[in-house]
């Protein structure tokens, strides 16, 4: 089971760097996977940057911590990371997205972060046996 975890959340680190690179170099591209539509032109078309940059800085979050051999700190980090795809999903359909696209890539990606998050964090739970009275460690 760890080497399913360590795969899994590898994986979980290096998409985001894949999506926000395809946001910061091809934003119009990567903006029709993303599900809304249409998106912004002109000067608002910065804001691929920011989603890409974002993404780029999460992956490498998760990544450095996991590579730090920090298993629980990047189990409660991509717990509280699971936030963005949730809001992701929110935005999708609060902005004329497809219940599909919404569920299937951004609140999918949520449950996937949220149960590898789980298996990290259950990694690190380990039960002491209790000390007898009156000796020390």
Do not use: C
């Not at 809304?36 to 920011?50: K, L, N, R």
């Amino acid at each position: 089971m760890r080497r399913f975890t360590t795969v899994l959340t590898v994986l979980l680190g290096i998409f985001p760097l894949t999506f926000g690179s395809w946001f910061l170099f091809s934003g119009h591209g990567a903006a029709a996977g993303f599900g809304i539509d249409p998106w912004p032109t002109g000067v608002a078309a910065g804001y691929f940057g920011v989603k890409g940059i974002r993404d780029i800085v999460t992956g490498l979050n998760l990544l450095a911590l996991f590579a730090l051999g920090q298993r629980r700190a990047t189990g409660v980090l991509m717990a509280i990371t699971a936030l963005i795809p949730i809001t992701d999903m929110i935005m999708v359909l609060s902005h004329g997205g497809t219940a599909a696209t919404a569920l299937g890539i951004h609140g999918l990606t949520a449950v996937v972060m949220l149960f590898d998050a789980w298996l990290l964090l259950r990694e690190g739970r380990t039960v002491e046996a209790p000390q007898p009275v009156g000796v020390h460690s």
